[in-house]
């Protein structure tokens, strides 16, 4: 489910006024006591972020930008592995140690991951910034989920068209991206219902198309009026057990 969201100008910086968008987030669940997590990309790594983190008691994975005093502390693992490189596999090395920055009122620990591809001269190496306490390796794998995060984006992108802002004014298109972000947790609502097996892997595409935009004939007759829906994509028994689903989410009548 989408949280929050919120529109910027073009010309600032992706984590520009993030405030605005995590401080409601952060207040929602501060009275719940459940493990709660974060992560984000290198445009987030600001102590003032950590800081109010630590004190809302986030467990956080944050991606930092190379530089050459994070590089100092990997030197050893620059040069390439001894032996035969590999023609297929990937060799992964971690390293894990606490670095604090100038802007930093605390050393925090850090993560560091290199890879050494095939056919490739230097390897590739990313820093990670965090304040969990598991192995370098588990702390990275929860990272990289964020790759999952970024196809719920892509979804609400092309099939709820968030970025179609065409509006002339600012505060218009903000107002449009918060109908496109209702529709998506509605979408993202209908996923999580008991839908039928054949239906639950399918996306939010598949979905609107397959459906909320299935093509269909009204036939009114002197009391009754009929959709003739084809059954190519969703079957009759489907569409039955969808219903059946959404009524089970009524709320029982109350007892006079």
């Known amino acids: 489910m989408l949280e929050c969201c919120s529109l910027r100008d073009g010309n600032v ?6 405030h605005a968008v995590m401080e409601p ?3 929602r669940y501060a009275a719940h006591d459940i493990p709660k997590f974060f992560r984000g990309d290198a445009a987030f790594a600001t102590p003032v972020l950590y800081e109010r983190l630590e004190e809302a008691d986030y467990s956080y994975a944050i991606r930092l930008k190379k530089n050459t005093i994070l590089q100092s502390y990997i030197t050893h693992r620059l040069t390439r592995p001894v032996g035969r490189p590999s023609k297929t596999k990937v060799k992964r090395f971690y390293e894990d140690f606490d670095y604090q ?10 993560i560091a991951k290199i890879e050494w591809h095939p056919d490739e001269l230097f390897p590739r190496v990313g820093f990670i910034v965090t304040n969990m306490t598991g192995e370098p390796e588990d702390v990275t794998k929860f990272y990289n989920q964020r790759g999952k995060a970024e196809q719920y984006i892509k979804e609400g992108k092309y099939a709820l068209n968030w970025t179609r802002l065409s509006c002339k004014r600012f505060c218009d298109n903000e107002v449009r991206l918060q109908m496109h972000a209702l529709a998506y947790n509605m979408m993202a609502f209908l996923q999580a219902i008991d839908l039928p097996e054949p239906m639950t892997d399918w996306s939010l595409t598949s979905l609107q198309t ?3 935009k299935i093509g269909a004939r009204m036939v009114r007759h002197a ?6 829906l084809a059954e190519v994509a969703v079957s009759a028994p489907m569409i039955k057990a969808i219903l ?4 089970r ?3 029982p009548p109350i007892c006079a």
Do not use: C, E, N, Y
Request: proline residues 3%; without cysteine; hydrophobic residues 45%.
């Open 101 to 110: 920055a100038q802007s930093w009122g605390a050393p925090r620990r850090v």
């Open 249 to 251: 989410l009524r709320a």
């Open 223 to 228: 009391r009754t009026v009929t959709f003739q």
């Open 244 to 247: 059946a689903s959404i009524q």
């Open 210 to 212: 397959k459906l909320i």
């Open 13 to 18: 910086h992706s984590a520009h006024d993030w």
């Open 25 to 27: 987030v952060l207040q």
